[in-house]
């Protein structure tokens, strides 16, 4: 279609909020366990309590500070004020109906493994080099193995005291780039 990968479409202000609120919310809550670690930076962790976790995030949420109540509020406040316009340029109009072209098309659109280049293929044509691509790699097992894993994976989570951070295995549909 002759578009540079740099340009994206506009997304719909739903889509768009939902990602600035939680985008805003992550901000937040590092922001509240930066104070924090700030107040308590000559406390040890073993004073506070605080259990190895082994790199992986913690469930806890991070205690409020008064004086960080004011900045939230002028940040929800913010985010409340966006107005949206929908004034759409030339190239976006464009933009958009060449996206519905392609969503309304029976291909499958494939990024490649190196570049940012996508290619379209047919369902036959992709299913084909997925399934060539894996089984060379990979091999199917059955669930009792799966099981079996995810029996010994909880038993050394629960060892570590990880078991509420640490996932279970899922079996996830493959997909192949070119």
């Known amino acids: 279609l002759g578009y540079s990968p740099k340009n994206v479409p506009i997304p719909a202000k739903d889509s768009y909020l939902k990602t600035l609120i939680a ?12 104070v924090f670690w700030a107040q308590n930076k000559d406390e040890t962790v073993e004073e506070l309590d605080v259990k190895e976790s082994f790199g992986f995030k913690t469930s806890k949420t991070p205690p409020k500070h008064q004086d960080l109540d004011k ?3 002028d940040v929800y406040n913010l985010i409340n004020s966006i107005e949206f316009s929908e004034e759409k340029t030339n190239f976006q109009k464009k933009l958009y109906k060449d996206l519905e072209t392609l969503r309304k098309s029976h291909k499958i659109i494939v990024p490649a493994d190196k570049t940012n280049n ?27 193995a799966v099981d ?10 629960k060892k570590l005291e990880l078991d509420d951070k640490v996932e279970m295995f899922t079996t996830d549909t493959c997909f192949v780039t070119l």
């Open 118 to 144: 996508l290619y379209l293929l047919g369902r036959d044509e992709y299913t084909k080099i997925l399934t060539e691509n894996v089984t060379k790699t990979y091999k199917k097992c059955d669930a009792a």
């Open 148 to 157: 079996n894993i995810n029996k010994t994976s909880a038993v050394l989570a």
């Open 71 to 73: 900045f939230e509020e």
């Open 23 to 34: 985008k805003t919310e992550h901000f937040l809550k590092r922001l509240r366990w930066k």
